[in-house]
Every structure is written in structure tokens, then in C-alpha cells.
């Protein structure tokens, strides 16, 4: 492409920001809130405020008939009710693998008898060191739900291909849950054409 190599421009340099202060000015029970001081490439300090997060899992189950289980829940935050697959934060010190089974039997009620990693995500780089780490749950069998006390939730099934519509559309706004359908379906495409 003509011009290309002329939008390149410092490639390849580092320009990795080195911490230079810590200032917690929250720790809670899921976030902390930090404004530490950082030390720039060229020299100067500059404040990067950003969320401390453990960090989440979230799962993508498919039946023997191609559907999916979405949970719908109220999140305060947005003062909204969203669609979304399962997923939860992982508790200190737990083990991913541990916390997506325990996740998909808790608000979908399902075990799988076999679960694939999809890949990570950060959900919100610019403010937080969140990482979302996705999984493919299939060979489900139903063990009925048990959400924690806080939650209250409404599960539905719903095709791959209706699911991928609501993302499309924009019926869908969970990032997660927009991340791992689109991954599976860009998956599934490929094997196809493979």
C-alpha cells in the first residue's frame, strides 16, 4: 500500500512506564483504587490511576442442540438488566480451571464433562488490569443452580445463531459475553474452511 511505511512511525522503540510511586487510595473487597506515579521514557513522571482487579472467568456452554445458556441479571453500575453467559470473579488465590466449573454450576446449574480454554481478554486496559479469561464448556449435563445469595438471575437458552444476532444487533452489550461468541463463531467459520 502506497504511503504505508509514512503512517509508520517510532517502531519498535520501548515505551514501557516504569512505577515509581504507590498510592492506594481504596482497597476493598473486589477492587482496589490506585494513583501511583510513574516514571515516562522521556524522562518526566506522570499519575496513572487504574483498578486493581483478581480477575474473571467466564464460560461459553454449548448443548447437543447448538444452544446456549445466558443468565440475565441486574448490574447496578448501568442500572441495567444484560444478557450475558456465565462468569464470575475468581476468589484469592483460586485456580481458573476450579472457579469456570464452579461458575457454570452455580448460575447455569450445568457440569461439563469437558472444558476448553477460548483465550483471555482485558476488559478495560485503559483503567484496570482486569483479565477475563474465557472457556468452551460442552458435554453439559444439568445439576440444577445455585447462585450465591447476592444474585439473582434468570437463565434462558438460546441458539448459537440467535445469540450471534443479539451481539450483532446490539441486544448484547456484555463484553465478555460479545468476545467469546464472536471468538466461537470466527472458530467455527475456520474449521469449516480448514
Known sequence: MKGYEEREYNAGKDFTETTDEVNYLFKGYIVNLRKDRVL?????????????????????????????????????????????????KLEIGEDPDVAIARELREEAGLEAGSIHPL????????YSNEIIRLYLATDLTYVGAHPDEDEFLEIKYFTIDEVYEMCLSGAIEDSKTLVAILKYKALQEKGMRD
Open 40 to 88: 515516562l521514557p522521556n524522562g518526566k513522571t506522570a499519575p496513572r490511576e487504574y483498578v486493581e482487579h483478581r480477575g474473571g472467568v467466564a464460560v461459553l456452554a454449548v448443548d447437543e442442540q447448538g444452544c446456549i445458556p445466558l443468565v440475565r441479571q441486574y448490574r447496578y453500575p448501568l442500572r441495567s438488566h444484560l444478557w450475558e453467559i456465565p462468569a464470575g
Open 119 to 126: 483465550g483471555r481478554f482485558y476488559a478495560t486496559c485503559g
